[in-house]
C-alpha cells in the first residue's frame, strides 16, 4: 500500500502552545488531506493540498494552518492548540485510481 | 445536515449471522467508497464502486446510482469484523464526504 506515515501518534499538549502534525508519503501522490475524526460528527475536512505550496482550507479550518514545500510532506499545525482541537487527526492521500489511503492517525489531547 | 446517512448506527450480530448496512446519499456522485475502522484503529478502505456490485471474500458492496443508495453485507460475520464501517463519496473539492459510520458488534 501507499507509504503513508503520521507522527507523533500521540501528544498531549497545553492550551496555548503550538503543535505541529506531519504527514508523510513516499509514493509522490499530488493530493493530501488533512481530517479531524470526532464522536457524533464522523470525520471533517480541515485543509488539502493539491501540490507543492497549493494547499486550500476544509470545512473546519479555523485554528489550523498547512504547508506543503514538498511533495512527500504535509504538515497540519495548531498555532495556540484549544480544548476544541482535542480529537484525532488522520492524513489521507488520494491514489491515481481514485482510491484513498490514509494514516494511522494521531490522538491529540489539548489540556 | 449530513449529506450522507447511515443505517444502522449500532449493530450488534452473532457470528455467523448475515449483515448488512446502508448508505443513503443526497447529490449525484462518480463513485462511493466503505471504509473499515477497528476500534483505536486507522481506516482503511474496502471498496470504491461506482455501479453494481463489488466482493471481496466475505464483504459485498452494492451501489443503486438512481436510487442513491449502497449497502454493504458481511456473510458469515465473524468477531474480528467488530469495527466501525464508513460510507463516503468524493467530494468537489477531491476530498471525501463520509457518513458518521455504523458500528458493528459480532458477538462469538
Known amino acids: 500500500d501507499a507509504g503513508i506515515t503520521q507522527s507523533p501518534r500521540h501528544k498531549v499538549t497545553e492550551t496555548g502552545t503550538p503543535v505541529t502534525l506531519r504527514c508523510h508519503q513516499t509514493e509522490n501522490h499530488r493530493y493530501m488531506y488533512w481530517y479531524r475524526q470526532d464522536p457524533g460528527h464522523g470525520l471533517r475536512l480541515i485543509h488539502y493540498s493539491y501540490g507543492v505550496k497549493d494547499t486550500d482550507k476544509g470545512e473546519v479550518s479555523d485554528g489550523y494552518s498547512v504547508s506543503r514545500s514538498k511533495t512527500e510532506d504535509f504538515l497540519l499545525t495548531l498555532e495556540s492548540a484549544t480544548s476544541s482541537q482535542t480529537s484525532v487527526y488522520f492524513c489521507?492521500?488520494?491514489?491515481?485510481?481514485?482510491?484513498?489511503?490514509f494514516g494511522s492517525g494521531t490522538r491529540l489531547t489539548v489540556v | 445536515k449530513n449529506e450522507v446517512e447511515q443505517s444502522p448506527q449500532n449493530l450488534t450480530a452473532q457470528e455467523g449471522e448475515f449483515i448488512t448496512i446502508n448508505c443513503s446519499y443526497s447529490v449525484g456522485i462518480s463513485a462511493l467508497h466503505w471504509l473499515q475502522q477497528h476500534p483505536g484503529g486507522g481506516i482503511v478502505s474496502l471498496f470504491m464502486l461506482s455501479s453494481g456490485k463489488k466482493k471481496h471474500g466475505r464483504l459485498i458492496a452494492t451501489i443503486n446510482i438512481q436510487e442513491k443508495h449502497s449497502s454493504l453485507h458481511i456473510t458469515a460475520s465473524h468477531p474480528r469484523d467488530s469495527a466501525v464501517y464508513i460510507c463516503a463519496y468524493g467530494g468537489s473539492q477531491g476530498n471525501l464526504i463520509f457518513g458518521k459510520g455504523t458500528k458493528l458488534s459480532v458477538k462469538p
Open positions: 489521507a492521500i488520494r491514489r491515481r485510481g481514485g482510491g484513498y489511503t
